[in-house]
């Protein structure tokens, strides 16, 4: 019953946004006044890993399954938002070195956006999945202003997402490489502890924002660290990867170890916000990703410490907001959505 209440059917014309991930993708439907018509995810199978071909029928079918699912007919789509995971470049091409998704050499240098287009027969929009949720945590933050209104997201998962959304867009950069915000160097005075080692991040940069606040640096370089300050603590008798993913259940406990991991990484993303303060100046800096999923206590603490170690000028406290934004897991879907609605208002 909840599934078909949750259902709607357009009444004007509709985009439609599909997320490309390692396993699945998910599709919404977005219509021309702004509303999504499902409020769920709605998932198949990805296929990524058997290569281009199945994973670009896969998508097709995705995009076939949700029309069905919403009763819109297909005369009725304007055009497809399309999200994979990077790199790639602005226009869709998966980097000539693949990816973590893309391993399989045919991905190699693979136009997925124009696979897409031409299997389908419509304008295929493309974004990154980092720079498609951080345009959706905009749209959601600002609704009815969104067009008017700059942002800035950062979002905490395995590695460190986000983008930067300026007027309602978000910024692409010539190859597509903007908003890379986990691989921006951050000062490290008074993030890291006098004896700490400088942590390194998988893209080879030393102390950058991904390297303290993301999954992977707890299991790398926070942990590590923090467990041989705290010898007797019940985590270190566990793999450190198992341990890594059981610390937010401890931070929500407000254990001393996990408190001091937790602060460690809403320093670094304070640090980074500064950084965006003088670059950018946003309206506002969002915050998603596992954290926005913990406990409101603890959640609204990760916000204020990220919100106390952000420098700004008197001017930009006056106007600027922080906020957690929720829903992420549709993010991708719901992000490629709204660049392929505003593609199509901008004629
Ligand atoms: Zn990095």
């Given at each position: 019953m909840d599934q078909l209440e949750s259902v709607r059917t357009p009444s004007?014309?509709?985009v439609v946004g599909l997320d490309n991930g390692g396993t699945c993708n998910n599709a919404t439907v977005l219509d021309a006044t702004g509303q999504f018509l499902v409020d769920h995810l709605v998932e198949n199978p990805s296929l990524v890993t058997e290569g281009p071909e199945s994973a670009v029928e896969s998508l097709a079918e995705a995009f076939e399954n949700i029309i069905e699912l919403t009763s819109t007919p297909r005369t009725l789509v304007r055009a497809v938002g399309l999200d994979t995971p990077g790199p790639a470049s602005a226009t869709g091409v998966i980097s000539s070195k693949?990816?973590?998704?893309?391993?399989?050499v045919s991905w190699h240098g693979y136009d997925i956006r124009g696979a897409l287009e031409s299997r389908i027969g419509l304008p295929v929009?493309?974004?990154n999945d980092a720079n498609a949720a951080a345009l959706y945590a905009h749209h959601r933050h600002f609704g009815a202003d969104a067009m008017t209104r700059s942002s800035v997201s950062a979002i905490v998962g395995t590695g460190l997402g986000g983008g930067v959304v300026e007027n309602g867009r978000v910024i692409g950069g010539a190859a597509g490489m903007a908003g890379e915000l986990g691989h921006v160097q951050i000062p490290l005075h008074d993030v890291l502890e006098d004896d700490q080692p400088v942590p390194a991040c998988n893209c080879g940069f030393e102390g950058d924002v991904e390297s303290i606040a993301s999954l992977t640096a707890i299991k790398n370089n926070l942990l590590p660290y923090w467990l041989k300050r705290f010898p007797e603590h019940p985590l270190a008798a566990e793999p450190l990867a198992k341990a890594a993913k059981k610390l937010r259940a401890y931070g929500e406990k407000e254990d001393p170890l996990a408190m001091a991991v937790f602060?460690?990484?809403a320093k670094a993303i304070g640090k980074l916000f500064t950084i965006a303060a003088?670059?950018?100046?946003?309206?506002a800096y969002l915050l998603g990703g596992g954290v926005v999923e913990a406990a409101p206590r603890f959640r609204q603490w990760f916000l204020n410490t990220v919100r106390e170690h952000t420098q700004l000028r008197q001017?930009?406290?006056a106007v600027a907001s922080f906020a957690l934004v929720a829903d992420l897991d549709m993010a991708g879907a719901r992000g490629a959505a709204v660049a392929a609605l505003e593609r199509v208002n901008a004629g």
């Open positions: 004007s014309w509709v693949g990816g973590t998704n893309f391993g399989h929009i493309y974004n602060g460690q990484q003088n670059f950018t100046d946003p309206g001017e930009q406290q």
